[in-house]
């Protein structure tokens, strides 16, 4: 049983580029968080899906940030006009239904030079 | 109200030493305590849960302690090895599926042979 996968591992972009993260849950998973690590701090809530449907996006800057999980695919997770303050590891959890124990991918590496 | 303060911010034991980390929260409708650790590169990893029916939960070499009424959760591991030497995460949520973790800020424990 696979786990929690993420790509790109790293993700480098200029100041008002474009970085789309992606994130396929477990197996069996229909529910997606996302995270946020700055560095040499604890990871922050940014948003929670499940499938077609955002279901808590409080964590979630109020501008450039987006995030779906499609019908079909993987999770992805937008930021628009990256600054380099956007520079930060980002992790993808999933969880079954019912049980609520998340599960971490491996993270995306975000550098905006 | 949905903090969660971990301590120490970082932690030197000897192989076979008992390191301890601390954390308190504040929020009394979080009924779910994971530990998790994270090696550098990596996703964090659950390591173990408690929830606040019990006082202690032990599994290997790491044991939980929970005070309820004064709502604090402690790691500690036995016998420590430089294996063990990473960061770890405590963190709390409502049980419910789709509960968003907030986490401590985390202790970065190095195990010196």
């Known amino acids: 049983n696979a786990g929690v996968m993420q790509n790109p591992r790293h993700l480098v972009r200029r100041r008002g580029q474009e970085a789309r993260l992606r994130c396929s849950p477990m197996?069996?998973?229909?529910?997606v968080y996302w995270y946020r690590q700055l560095p040499e701090e604890g990871l922050k809530f940014m948003v929670y899906?499940?499938?077609?449907?955002?279901?808590?996006e409080s964590g979630m800057p109020k501008e450039r940030f987006s995030a779906e999980f499609p019908k079909e695919g993987p999770s992805i997770l937008r930021i628009q006009q990256v600054v380099r303050g956007d520079s930060a590891a980002y992790f993808c959890?999933?969880?079954?239904?019912?049980?609520?124990?998340?599960?971490f991918g491996p993270g995306t590496r975000l550098l905006v030079l | 109200q949905q903090q969660v303060k971990q301590s120490p911010q970082s932690l030197i034991v000897q192989k076979g030493g008992i390191p301890i980390i601390n954390c308190a929260y504040e929020?009394?409708?979080?009924?779910?305590f994971p530990w998790y650790q994270q090696f550098p590169g990596k996703g964090p990893a659950l390591l173990i849960a408690?929830?606040?029916?019990?006082s202690e939960k032990k599994e290997g070499r790491f044991t939980i302690s929970f005070n309820k009424s004064a709502k604090q959760f402690s790691l500690h591991i036995m016998d420590s090895q430089p294996g063990d030497s990473a960061t770890y995460f405590c963190?709390?949520?409502?049980?419910?599926?789709?509960?968003?973790?907030?986490f401590g800020e985390g202790t970065q424990l190095t195990v010196n042979p």
């Open positions: 959890a999933s969880s079954p239904p019912v049980v609520g124990t998340q599960y």
């Open positions: 963190a709390a949520s409502k049980e419910t599926s789709g509960s968003r973790l907030t």
């Open positions: 408690i929830r606040p029916d019990v």
């Open positions: 929020n009394t409708a979080f009924d779910y």
């Open positions: 197996k069996g998973h229909s529910h």
């Open positions: 899906l499940q499938k077609e449907n955002i279901i808590d």
